[in-house]
DNA sequence: ATTTGTGCAAATCGTTTGCATCTGA
DNA sequence: TCAGATGCAAACGATTTGCACAAAT
């Protein structure tokens, strides 16, 4: 079930105590309004853009990561400065395909990692990523 | 068994099909004279400003990227901008202290992961990435 | 002699910040 | 009203590039 109005986006927001603010429901729109996406910061600006909701790239920043501490996005690393994030915030594991530099979801249901050695002393597993690297068969 | 001297190095840059300069064997007994290392380029820079071998960090650029294309180096991506190479060229999996920046390895033997999906048509898998985030136990 | 590598400084990329202005409750 | 949000432009950090000079075969 994805909130596609704007009605429920400024739900979302105030529940996760956010101020629903035009820029942000119309941020939320376009992140909520259809399944899981994988978005970056410019990618996200250059939509805004066409929907003609004018947002500037420094909102777009803070909006992606005040999103990500209330828990409505998850970053994934990938490489270089380039930041991803993820509007499905389970847990689960990604495919990098390194030729489009898209991110996909893989079905955590399938995946098992068996034999993860205890955390270092004093410290605590947060998470574990998984990162399949892809390349185009042809190529190599 | 890791090379120590630069003769060591001169044959190992040799076999590798690169021209055993100055900076470059100076920096292969940085990087392969102890065991594994992690390292980043700013790192590996003020070692060797530290050793009195002064190498330009365009140099370094340069050096830990042919060093991976001809398979001396991996490259591991963590996060933000910071590029981490790793002297451990083996399949093997990473723990990353958030706290203090740090990269371990990871047995590869103990770790097992199972129910990985087919890369989708016309992909291959180069490579998995695990990266298990650490957090201080304390904190959180 | 010819090819390849090096160093510097300037340029680039994604991201962050300072600060004046605006907006939602 | 007024804390909080936004936009702009400048600042940033890691990395890269262009090009003159130096070193390796």
Redo the contacts between chains.
Sequence with gaps: MHPSTGQDIVKLLRGAGLRPTRQRVALGVLLFGSGDRHVTAELLHEEAQARKVPVSLATIYNTLHQFTEVGLLREV?????KAYFDTNTSNHYH?F??HSGKL?D??TD????????E??D?????????????????K?
């Design positions: 690393a990938v490489e270089g400065a495919f395909c390194e996909m893989i079905d399938q995946i098992r990692i068996e034999g993860l050695p955390a270092p004093g410290m605590t597993i947060a998470r574990v990523d998984v990162l399949v690297r892809l390349v185009n068969t042809s190599r």
